[in-house]
């Protein structure tokens, strides 16, 4: 009986993963937008970046559409506009995107 309760679980989490790979984000445009979403969400944006405070272990990108974007051990993409996908937190009570994957547009 455990071991088909732990295998339930197992399949359980792998449909979850798997709808989470395949799912399209959602397009955002400005941080108003952020605020009606809710947190863990996959969600996309682009724009210019206009500012880059650099700390010990990532970096925070601050986009012309005033849209936080975190990252860890990315290149400086300063005046740069770029596609951004990833997921939605809320840190200090503001929303702010964790990146997953940086397209630098021409």
Do not use: H, R, W
């Amino acid at each position: 009986m455990k071991k088909l309760s732990f295998l339930i679980t197992l399949i359980g989490i792998l449909i979850l993963l798997i709808m989470m790979q395949f799912s399209s984000p959602i397009q955002v445009n400005s941080q108003t937008e952020l605020e009606n979403l809710i947190d863990n969400q996959k969600v996309q944006t682009s724009g210019k970046v206009i500012d880059e405070k650099i700390y010990e272990n990532s970096k925070t990108l601050v986009l012309d559409n005033k849209i936080e974007v975190i990252c860890n051990s990315c290149p400086s993409y300063f005046n740069k506009n770029i596609i951004v996908s990833g997921i939605l937190d809320n840190y200090n009570n503001k929303n702010k995107i964790i990146a997953l994957k940086i397209k630098l547009l021409n």
